[in-house]
């Protein structure tokens, strides 16, 4: 063999062995929270390093990004966000961090939902709702259908930013999509049974108006959309009236929310709560919702369950 042969063969065992590492190494992807830190987990494999940066339990609404936050978005190959206003301190980490890549928003193709929709579910009642700096619903992954959206955007930008995995990334896809397919399909059951007049409910922050619209359920909510928002003394005793009124059984606290109010409006209506709902974040890996389809099994079961005691 010539030396000119040695060296091309040489070349050409490192440039495979190059790519072999390459295509090994997994892509570095931010998700602003942990719902959809989940969703690409789910899609991505292996073939993924998922960094989220408003871990389980935690309130994206008042997040306050670290420096170490910055520095992680700063090396990602991917950043991916909820979209809808729900993120709104990402405009100065991604300033502060200098990304230059993709923001990937899970939420493209979304109708969303506008608080006047809101009130045009409760039947035109004034519920003296405070809903925040935005007239956008931003929970629109409360909705299995907008979920699936969600996990298409997703695998779309991973195969766009590693197409050598394309195939692995497709697969997944495919089998989430049929998880959310059947869940949404058994979620439709459970309220199906349920008699149009016992579908309402009372949570701690409004952040079930798509799960409400998906199923005809009526929800009402002492704070707005965001977290940040403060109920008036006045809003509290009239939700308590409507729920003496109208009988509402299906009361909850949100595990990213203050319990003390909800707690005052059940102990003064003289109703239950029914345990903590996830809206705005998984819980930790042995708790109740460690994944998105948990979380939404497990609120759908406690919601249906409250509901059928009826008042």
Same mark, same amino acid.
């Given at each position: 063999?010539?030396?000119?042969?040695?060296?091309?063969?040489?070349?050409?065992?490192?440039?495979?062995?190059?790519?072999?590492?390459? $295509?090994?190494?997994?892509? %570095?992807?931010?998700?602003?929270?942990?719902?959809?830190?989940?969703?690409?987990?789910?899609?991505?494999?292996?073939?993924?390093?998922?960094?989220?940066?408003?871990?389980?339990?935690?309130? $994206?609404?008042?997040?306050?990004?670290?420096?170490?936050?910055? %520095?992680?978005?700063?090396?990602?190959?991917?950043?991916?966000?909820?979209?809808?206003?729900?993120?709104?301190?990402?405009?100065?980490?991604? %300033?502060?961090?200098?990304?230059?890549? %993709?923001?990937?928003?899970?939420?493209?193709?979304?109708?969303?939902?506008?608080?006047?929709?809101?009130?045009?579910?409760?039947?035109?009642?004034?519920?003296?709702?405070?809903?925040?700096?935005?007239?956008?619903?931003?929970?629109?992954?409360?909705?299995?259908?907008?979920?699936?959206?969600?996990?298409?955007?997703?695998?779309? $930008?991973?195969?766009?930013?590693?197409?050598?995995?394309?195939?692995?990334?497709?697969?997944?896809?495919?089998?989430?999509?049929?998880?959310?397919?059947?869940?949404?399909?058994?979620?439709?059951?459970?309220?199906?049974?349920?008699?149009?007049?016992?579908?309402?409910?009372?949570?701690?922050?409004?952040?079930?108006?798509?799960?409400?619209?998906?199923?005809?359920?009526?929800?009402?909510?002492?704070?707005?959309?965001?977290?940040?928002?403060?109920?008036?003394?006045?809003?509290?005793?009239?939700?308590?009236?409507?729920?003496?009124?109208?009988?509402?059984?299906?009361?909850?606290?949100?595990?990213?929310?203050?319990?003390?109010?909800?707690?005052?409006?059940?102990?003064?209506?003289?109703?239950?709560?029914?345990?903590?709902?996830?809206?705005?974040?998984?819980?930790?890996?042995?708790?109740? $919702?460690?994944?998105?389809?948990?979380?939404?099994?497990?609120?759908?079961?406690?919601?249906?369950?409250?509901?059928?005691?009826?008042?």
């Amino acid at each position: 063999m010539s030396i000119v042969t040695r060296i091309a063969a040489m070349l050409l065992g490192l440039f495979l062995l190059d790519g072999t590492a390459s $295509a090994a190494t997994p892509l %570095k992807v931010v998700a602003s929270f942990s719902i959809l830190g989940d969703i690409v987990a789910h899609i991505g494999g292996d073939k993924v390093q998922v960094v989220t940066l408003v871990g389980p339990d935690g309130d $994206a609404h008042v997040y306050e990004p670290t420096p170490a936050d910055a %520095k992680t978005v700063g090396n990602a190959d991917l950043v991916v966000v909820n979209g809808l206003g729900f993120e709104g301190w990402l405009d100065r980490l991604i %300033k502060a961090s200098g990304y230059k890549g %993709k923001i990937i928003v899970a939420s493209n193709g979304v109708k969303p939902r506008t608080m006047a929709e809101e009130d045009e579910h409760e039947h035109g009642h004034d519920h003296g709702h405070a809903h925040g700096d935005s007239d956008i619903d931003p929970h629109a992954w409360q909705n299995i259908d907008n979920g699936k959206l969600y996990a298409k955007n997703i695998a779309k $930008a991973l195969i766009e930013a590693d197409p050598v995995n394309e195939a692995a990334y497709r697969q997944a896809e495919t089998a989430y999509l049929a998880e959310l397919t059947a869940l949404a399909t058994w979620a439709g059951e459970q309220f199906a049974a349920i008699p149009d007049r016992q579908r309402r409910m009372i949570t701690s922050h409004d952040a079930f108006g798509y799960l409400g619209d998906a199923y005809g359920i009526q929800i009402l909510s002492p704070v707005g959309v965001s977290t940040a928002s403060e109920p008036s003394a006045g809003d509290v005793k009239q939700l308590i009236r409507q729920i003496n009124k109208e009988h509402i059984t299906a009361v909850f606290v949100e595990n990213i929310s203050d319990r003390r109010l909800i707690e005052q409006i059940a102990r003064e209506s003289k109703v239950a709560v029914g345990g903590a709902l996830y809206s705005d974040a998984l819980s930790a890996q042995d708790g109740p $919702a460690p994944t998105y389809i948990d979380m939404f099994r497990g609120n759908v079961e406690k919601i249906a369950g409250a509901m059928r005691q009826g008042r």
